[in-house]
Structures are given as structure tokens and as C-alpha cells.
């Protein structure tokens, strides 16, 4: 398989998850044949070149789904620079429009980072909710949750992995700590002692790395996280899609062959799992091309308070996105005793949905 049709692979999800359509995305992808260049034809320009009619038409976060996938996976072209400029342009017209967001920019000696975040309606400070995307998705992919605040009855801050999007803090071992750094800055607007992390795939793992070391985090949802094999098993290394293997390099600042040997101290260990003491909501896909299968076994062993979900899908469960949006507030509102009964509610809906609705009544 060529890189090109890789990406176009990968992208599915990612286009689903900002609700736009297989077919639709189909129609663009049909018209690229070339992954560099700004000309027809080629990624960025034709993904920019539709991103640029819907923003004409004020239809600014379509605009910034798109401006995000001509970017994808990551900044690594004056082009794709582009592009991701204007996806952060696009999202903040949107925001305009959205008074109870604010946008924050956090400043450290090692780099800065930004957080898009809304405490709700009223005054009151309440329990914080943190959401990050993976490697290859920027905070504008998952702004959509700022607007579940009130129903969450939660503050909400979306922000995104070390050196993905605009955040320029270095990654590696110590990437959770900017965890702390983010919970510092807005303990005077949310409850930061009772925080809820939902971080997709490589977030997950550096959150539940940093959860081990701060009781302030409540629980953690996440989708995909690599554990322990992933960074220790070289064989499967071997097969890992080249997409993530160029993102991990630009991560690291590192060339490919460099890269493995660098993700091999991020393990998490079975005694610090073991010492975990908080809820882990755990999404497997049974046929992830890029987690191993054995993170699962490694998860059940060591693991007290796990919530697995499986599906029968590749990384990310693309098919499985409607259960998904189910399942991942109802894991966050099921630990929280004020907000338990809605969780039940969703708990219902997302049966109903892996049953496809048929309810077999006096079985």
C-alpha cells in the first residue's frame, strides 16, 4: 500500500468523527492522486479547496473539519502550514459565535499550549472534564464537546497532545506533566480536584501515565491507548502503519529508525497499572492495526477498576462511532453520583443501538 492510500484510510475516521459522511468524503478523496504540492489533485488542495467554499458560506466548523484533514496527520510542508492556520482561523470565527468559550493560551519555559474552555452556564465552579485527540488529531477536531457542558454539568477544556496543532511542548516520557500545568491555570474556574480526562489513543496513555502521580484525576476514558507492548514489542513495531511511525518521528524530532528505541521507556509497567486506583473506560478495537492485541490481556491482569468496551473494528472503531458518542459520556457520567441516572438513560440507548433496537421481550 502506497502512503497516499494509507492516509486515505486512515482519514475515515477522522472525517467521521467531525460528522461528515463516508460518501462525501469519498467524493474528495476520489479527485487526489498526489499527498505533496498545492496544486489539483493534491491533498491539501483539494481538502482546502472545499474547506474555502463552506467558509464562504459562514459554515465555519464544516470549514474546520476540512482545513483540519488538509493538514492531516501533521505540519510538515508549507502547505499543510497552511492549511493549519486556517483550520484555527476558521475555528475561532466559530467561536464568535459561541460567548461562553474562551480560548487560553498557557505559556511555560518549555514551550506553550492552548485550551479551548467553557465552564458552563452559572457561576458555580464545577468538576472539570479534560479532552485530548491523539497523535494526528489537533483540539479543533473535538471542540464539539465544549458544548456538552451543560448536560455533562461539567467545565469543560479541550486541548491536544505535545507537539500536535499549536501546542509546543516536547514529547516523551515526561509528556503528562503537562497535566498539571493545565490543571494549575484553571483551578480558579473549575473544580480541578474532581477532573475526568477523555484522551484518544497516545493522550491516553500519557494520562493515565500522569494520573498514577496526582489523585486529582477522577477517572479517564480513552480509545485505543497504547500500554506496554506497543512501545516494547519490535516485530509488531515492524508493522505499524508508516503514517504512525512519521507522526511518532515528528513527535520525537527524530528520524524513523531512531524512533523505537525512543518509545521504549514509555511502557507502562504491570506495577504501575496495578497501583492504579482510579476507573480506567477502556475502548478496544479487536482488529487495531496499531495497538497490539496483547494490550488487552496486559489491561485485564493489571488493572482493578476496568471498564473494557470491545468492538469488532480497526484502530479507532470508525464503524462503531454512533455506540461510541454513547458510551464515552455515559463512562463519565457514571462516576459521578449526581449525574448517574443519565448515565443509566445512555446506558439504555447504547444497548439498544448494539442490539440494533431489537428487544427480545420474555426471553
Given at each position: 500500500?502506497?502512503?497516499?492510500?494509507?492516509?486515505?484510510?486512515?482519514i475515515?475516521?477522522?472525517?467521521?468523527?467531525?460528522?461528515?459522511?463516508l460518501?462525501?468524503?469519498?467524493?474528495?478523496?476520489?479527485?487526489?492522486?498526489?499527498?505533496?504540492?498545492?496544486?489539483?489533485?493534491?491533498?491539501?488542495?483539494?481538502?482546502?479547496?472545499?474547506?474555502?467554499?463552506?467558509?464562504?458560506?459562514?459554515?465555519?466548523?464544516?470549514a474546520?473539519?476540512?482545513?483540519?484533514?488538509?493538514r492531516?496527520?501533521?505540519v510538515?510542508s508549507?502547505?499543510?502550514?497552511?492549511?493549519?492556520?486556517d483550520?484555527?482561523?476558521?475555528?475561532?470565527?466559530?467561536?464568535?459565535?459561541?460567548?461562553?468559550?474562551?480560548?487560553?493560551?498557557?505559556?511555560?519555559?518549555?514551550?506553550?499550549f492552548?485550551?479551548?474552555?467553557t465552564?458552563?452556564?452559572?457561576?458555580?465552579?464545577?468538576p472539570?472534564?479534560?479532552?485530548?485527540?491523539?497523535i494526528?488529531?489537533?483540539?479543533?477536531?473535538?471542540?464539539?464537546?465544549?458544548?456538552?457542558?451543560?448536560?455533562?454539568?461539567?467545565a469543560?477544556?479541550?486541548?491536544e497532545?505535545?507537539?500536535?496543532?499549536?501546542?509546543?511542548?516536547?514529547?516523551?516520557?515526561d509528556?503528562?506533566?503537562?497535566?498539571?500545568v493545565?490543571?494549575e491555570?484553571?483551578?480558579?474556574?473549575?473544580?480541578?480536584?474532581?477532573?475526568?480526562?477523555?484522551a484518544?489513543?497516545?493522550?491516553?496513555?500519557?494520562?493515565?501515565?500522569y494520573?498514577?502521580?496526582?489523585?486529582?484525576?477522577?477517572?479517564?476514558?480513552?480509545?485505543?491507548a497504547?500500554?506496554?507492548?506497543?512501545?516494547?514489542?519490535?516485530?509488531?513495531?515492524?508493522?505499524?502503519?508508516l503514517?504512525?511511525?512519521?507522526?511518532l518521528?515528528?513527535?520525537?524530532?527524530?528520524?524513523?529508525?531512531?524512533?523505537?528505541?525512543?518509545?521504549?521507556?514509555?511502557?507502562?509497567?504491570?506495577?504501575?497499572?496495578?497501583?492504579?486506583?482510579?476507573?480506567?473506560?477502556y475502548?478496544?478495537?479487536?482488529?487495531?492495526?496499531i495497538?497490539?492485541?496483547?494490550?488487552?490481556?496486559?489491561?485485564?491482569?493489571?488493572?482493578?477498576?476496568?471498564?473494557?468496551?470491545?468492538?469488532?473494528?480497526?484502530?479507532?472503531?470508525?464503524?462503531?462511532?454512533?455506540?461510541?458518542?454513547?458510551?464515552?459520556?455515559?463512562s463519565?457520567?457514571?462516576?459521578r453520583?449526581k449525574?448517574?441516572?443519565?448515565?443509566?438513560?445512555?446506558?439504555?440507548?447504547?444497548y439498544?443501538k448494539?442490539t440494533k433496537?431489537i428487544?427480545?421481550?420474555?426471553a
Amino acid at each position: 500500500m502506497t502512503y497516499l492510500n494509507e492516509l486515505k484510510e486512515l482519514i475515515v475516521l477522522h472525517a467521521q468523527a467531525q460528522g461528515l459522511t463516508l460518501s462525501y468524503c469519498k467524493s474528495i478523496l476520489d479527485r487526489i492522486s498526489r499527498e505533496e504540492g498545492n496544486s489539483p489533485s493534491s491533498w491539501v488542495y483539494e481538502w482546502s479547496k472545499e474547506a474555502e467554499r463552506l467558509k464562504q458560506k459562514a459554515r465555519w466548523l464544516e470549514a474546520t473539519s476540512l482545513y483540519n484533514i488538509a493538514r492531516f496527520p501533521f505540519v510538515q510542508s508549507p502547505e499543510r502550514k497552511q492549511a493549519h492556520f486556517d483550520c484555527v482561523e476558521s475555528c475561532t470565527e466559530w467561536l464568535l459565535t459561541k460567548p461562553q468559550i474562551q480560548k487560553i493560551n498557557i505559556n511555560t519555559t518549555q514551550g506553550a499550549f492552548n485550551v479551548y474552555f467553557t465552564k458552563g452556564l452559572g457561576d458555580k465552579k464545577r468538576p472539570l472534564l479534560v479532552v485530548l485527540g491523539g497523535i494526528v488529531s489537533i483540539k479543533e477536531q473535538w471542540v464539539t464537546f465544549l458544548e456538552k457542558a451543560d448536560a455533562l454539568d461539567m467545565a469543560v477544556a479541550v486541548t491536544e497532545m505535545p507537539r500536535v496543532g499549536e501546542n509546543t511542548l516536547a514529547y516523551g516520557v515526561d509528556a503528562g506533566n503537562m497535566f498539571s500545568v493545565l490543571l494549575e491555570h484553571l483551578k480558579f474556574l473549575a473544580d480541578v480536584n474532581n477532573t475526568y480526562v477523555v484522551a484518544m489513543s497516545f493522550s491516553g496513555h500519557m494520562a493515565i501515565q500522569y494520573a498514577l502521580r496526582d489523585p486529582r484525576i477522577k477517572s479517564i476514558t480513552t480509545v485505543g491507548a497504547p500500554i506496554h507492548y506497543f512501545f516494547r514489542d519490535r516485530n509488531w513495531w515492524e508493522q505499524v502503519p508508516l503514517t504512525t511511525k512519521r507522526t511518532l518521528a515528528h513527535l520525537l524530532a527524530l528520524d524513523i529508525e531512531d524512533v523505537f528505541p525512543a518509545l521504549t521507556p514509555m511502557a507502562l509497567e504491570k506495577e504501575q497499572l496495578q497501583s492504579l486506583s482510579i476507573p480506567l473506560n477502556y475502548i478496544f478495537s479487536r482488529r487495531d492495526e496499531i495497538i497490539p492485541s496483547l494490550e488487552k490481556q496486559f489491561l485485564q491482569k493489571n488493572v482493578k477498576k476496568l471498564n473494557l468496551q470491545e468492538f469488532d473494528d480497526v484502530h479507532g472503531s470508525p464503524n462503531h462511532l454512533q455506540q461510541m458518542q454513547l458510551w464515552v459520556p455515559m463512562s463519565i457520567l457514571s462516576q459521578r453520583p449526581k449525574t448517574k441516572m443519565k448515565a443509566e438513560v445512555l446506558r439504555w440507548l447504547f444497548y439498544l443501538k448494539q442490539t440494533k433496537g431489537i428487544l427480545k421481550l420474555g426471553a
